[in-house]
């Protein structure tokens, strides 16, 4: 059972994933060795995991796909799309006939190798449709912070990671290439592993790190089993909002803390916004209260049946397991 203290230590790392425990402790306060305690429990019974991940507009396009397939072939589908890695996140929604994934192809010919042939010859599937990832909200105030007792101003005010300024250009190098993918599985690893995975130096890993973040390349997000936090109750609402009105009424819902991710996308549903609530009466006024104030003019809601994956985690039980190295790199 988590407790109180559990789930301000998830609320502080959903702050800045990178902060060390002394910060943690002293803010929460409780002391060092608790934190970390509470940390590597957190971490080993698969309810949250910390990633290190590029900044989605910031490098290649990303695709949301939805395969509508015979219900009694959705688990062996989706279990074959979760073991690729170029595809980060599966969900089986719609009682079980619809699958919906993000995948991130590294080429074009990857891209079309499963949308345009693999994917339309498969037997069990009956169509499906895939849209561009035109921007998203990620990080920071955009995480979800649905919390039973969230931390305070104050207290997220110290925990905000500190302002840097880098001189000149900033942008990721081929050699960059190790330190992401080890960030990407692991984004809590001290600069000595990081300097074992690199070879760099670790004054040279934290000064790298620090001008990726201060530059926007790199963000740390928090993935959490949210079955294990009191909220089993998810769902993918596909908006459709006039283009004026898709930054305001994007932005208002990625504030929402029972909003874990929200895109804009191509297509006739042109927002897409994944909710996590406590029940259906929770995702109701979600729905209602929220949704229903903006300026939407139709909405498709499609409760999820279950999660296969998530940024590269695989689910076992609702318990995140050891993420692929190579699937991580964005939602």
């Given at each position: ?23 943690l ?45 015979q ?18 996140w ?22 079309d ?37 969230p ?25 960059d ?43 740390f ?111």
């Open positions: 059972m988590l407790d109180a203290l559990d789930h301000r230590i998830v609320h502080a790392l959903q702050i800045d994933g990178r902060a060390p425990f002394s910060r402790a002293t803010v929460l306060g409780v002391s060092e060795q608790t934190v970390a305690r509470r940390w590597r429990r957190l971490r080993e019974d698969g309810v949250l995991r910390v990633l290190g991940l590029p900044t989605p507009d910031r490098i290649e396009p990303h695709w949301f796909v939805r395969v509508r397939v219900p009694a072939a959705a688990g062996a589908v989706g279990e074959a799309l979760a073991r690729r890695t170029d595809v980060s599966v969900s089986i929604t719609s009682g079980g006939s619809e699958i919906t994934f993000a995948t991130r192809p590294r080429t074009e010919h990857q891209r190798a499963l949308l345009l042939a693999r994917l339309p010859r498969t037997v069990q599937v009956i169509d499906l449709s895939a849209f561009s990832v035109l921007h998203d909200w990620v990080g920071g105030p955009h995480e979800w912070t649905d919390f039973p007792e931390l305070s101003a104050e207290q997220i005010a110290a925990l905000q990671p500190p302002v840097r300024t880098v001189p000149g250009a900033v942008r990721t190098e081929p050699e290439g190790p330190l992401l993918e080890a960030l990407a599985v692991d984004g809590r690893l001290g600069w000595a592993q990081l300097a074992a995975v690199t070879g760099w130096s670790e004054t040279r890993l934290a000064r790298r790190v620090e001008g990726l973040r201060a530059a926007g390349l790199l963000y997000d928090l993935e959490i089993a949210f079955e294990l936090l009191g909220r089993p109750v998810e769902a993918l609402l596909w908006l459709t909002v006039a283009p004026a009105d898709l930054q305001q009424v994007g932005e208002a819902l990625a504030l929402a803390p029972e909003s874990a991710y929200t895109a804009v996308l191509t297509g006739p549903a042109n927002l897409l916004v994944a909710v996590v609530a406590r029940d259906n009466a929770h995702l109701y006024r979600f729905i209602t209260e929220q949704v229903g104030r903006l300026p939407v003019r139709s909405i498709e809601t499609s409760p999820v049946l279950r999660r296969v994956k998530q940024a590269g985690s695989r689910l076992d039980g609702g318990r995140l397991t050891e993420p692929d190295r190579t699937a991580t790199r964005g939602r």
